[in-house]
Nanobody
Framework: QVQLVESGGGLVQPGGSLRLSCTAFGIISSPYTMSWYRQAPGKQRELVAY???????NYADSVKGRFTVSRDNAKNTVYLQMNSLQSEDTAVYYCNVEGPYTRSRWGQGTQVTVSS
């Protein structure tokens, strides 16, 4: 069974940066896509960015130019570099992995708070 473990969240001032990491433990069969979602209080969970097995990426309009998603297949790890953070980025960030041979799995979430 695949388990996702996230890290890197915290409190940061507006304009600051954070880097989230998510490592998948267990047996995963390629190909698979790794994604980051976020959920702010009182709002639905939304897709932030994803990266496919061949490193194609896609971003929500709200984070384009500020966030960068990357992955290390050897480590089964996906990263989310977040720059120029704004208060609107405050949310719990969740990692997801899914593929034709891998059922969708979610991490436990990591809190990101942008505040002065």
């Amino acid at each position: 069974q695949v388990q996702l473990v996230e890290s890197g969240g915290g409190l940061v001032q507006p304009g600051g940066s954070l880097r989230l990491s998510c490592t998948a433990f267990g047996i995963i069969s390629s190909p698979y896509t790794m994604s980051w979602y976020r959920q702010a209080p009182g709002k639905q969970r939304e897709l932030v960015a994803y990266i496919t097995n061949d490193s194609s990426t896609n971003y929500a309009d709200s984070v384009k130019g500020r966030f960068t998603v990357s992955r290390d297949n050897a480590k089964n790890t996906v990263y989310l570099q977040m720059n120029s953070l704004q208060s609107e980025d405050t949310a719990v960030y969740y990692c997801n992995v899914e593929g034709p041979y891998t059922r969708s799995r979610w991490g436990q979430g990591t809190q990101v708070t942008v505040s002065s």
